[in-house]
Structures are given as C-alpha cells and as structure tokens.
C-alpha cells in the first residue's frame, strides 16, 4: 500500500476565475488539470501520462456527468461546537456521515473567507456551511483527505483553464477502458 501511495500526489492546487476552478495535480507518474464550471454543468479533465508520452482530454458530457452523480458521495453534515484555526481562519467542526458507505469523518468549514465557486474537491458540500478548510473530498472511489494550505492572488499558470493542440480528444468511456474498465 505504502508503495502505491507514493504514487499520488501529495499536493493539490485549485485556481479560481470567474465561477469556473482547475484542480491541478501532479505525481511521479501522472498530472492532471480538471476544469470545472458547475453553473454550466461543464466539466473537463486534461491527463498527462510522460511514460506514456501521452496527453488526453476528456469533455464530460451531460450523460458522462449523470453516470458520475450516481457514485458521488451522500453525505449528511452535522454542526459541532468545537473551533480552531486553520491556515490562519477560524473554523467550525462538523461531523460527516456518508451514507452510502457509512463512514464517519469530521469536516472544518471557514466563513472568513468568499470562496463560492466549487471545485472538484469542494463540490460535495453546500456552500452554505462556509469553505471546507479540512475535509475528506472523493475521487475515483477514494476518500481524500484535504487540508488548507494556504489561500492567496496570485497570477493563473497558462494553461490552467484550457487544453493546447497536443492533446488527445478521447470519451469517458475510452479514459475507462485504459484504467481497467472501473
């Protein structure tokens, strides 16, 4: 386990603009850039393999995005009454049950700051709790847990909310096929 843990990153960044967020991530083996405007049910996912010396875009569409509703989390947020800070904001504790699985966390939601566009890693909590600032978020049937780093203006990375030339236009269904058919 220790071996393919190594294998993920270990650091995620969201950049915002606009209602739209790109989550990027990167590890030894893969990096990834996953777009996001959920005002507009839009959703891309940019991979890129280097030992594969490929790069792949995926366009979620509405019929992909509904497949995908299916395994998302339902979760059920309780208020603690238990405070501390995080990344220098104060935070609220709330007990998380997700009942599909029945797994228990804790979350830790902030309304120091106006963060109101969802993120991949965001989008399974109603904004009306205030920004997750330690959260356990969900990708690829994998609980993550997230902790704020910082938060902080600074200019976007080109790139960050588009796909260049080089990649390839694959479907979701194809992105499944390569990853074993999960």
């Not at 010396?53 to 009454?81: E, R, W, Y």
């Not at 228990?104 to 965001?122: E, I, R, Y």
């Not at 200019?155 to 260049?164: L, Y």
């Amino acid at each position: 386990m220790a071996a393919m843990a190594s294998n993920f990153p270990t650091e995620l960044k969201v950049y915002f603009k606009g209602d739209s967020s790109s989550l990027k991530t990167e590890s030894p083996m893969y990096s990834s850039t996953n777009i996001t405007n959920i005002s507009k049910e839009y959703e891309r996912l940019l991979l890129e393999i280097p030992m594969m010396n490929k790069k792949f875009s995926v366009i979620f569409s509405p019929a992909d995005q509904d497949k995908m509703a299916a395994n998302m989390p339902d979760l059920v947020l309780t208020a603690g009454t238990d405070t501390k800070t995080i990344a220098g904001y104060n935070a609220t504790k709330y007990d998380v049950t997700e009942k599909k699985s029945n797994q228990n966390t804790t979350a830790w939601f902030t309304k120091d700051v106006d963060v109101t566009t969802q993120n991949p890693l965001t989008r399974f909590y109603n904004k009306s709790y205030g920004f997750p600032v330690e959260f356990v978020s969900y990708m690829n049937g994998l609980s993550i847990k997230a902790t704020l780093k910082e938060i902080k203006a600074e200019s976007i990375p080109a790139g960050s909310f588009s796909a260049s030339k080089d990649y390839e236009e694959i479907t979701l269904d194809q992105l499944m096929q390569m990853q074993g058919g999960r």
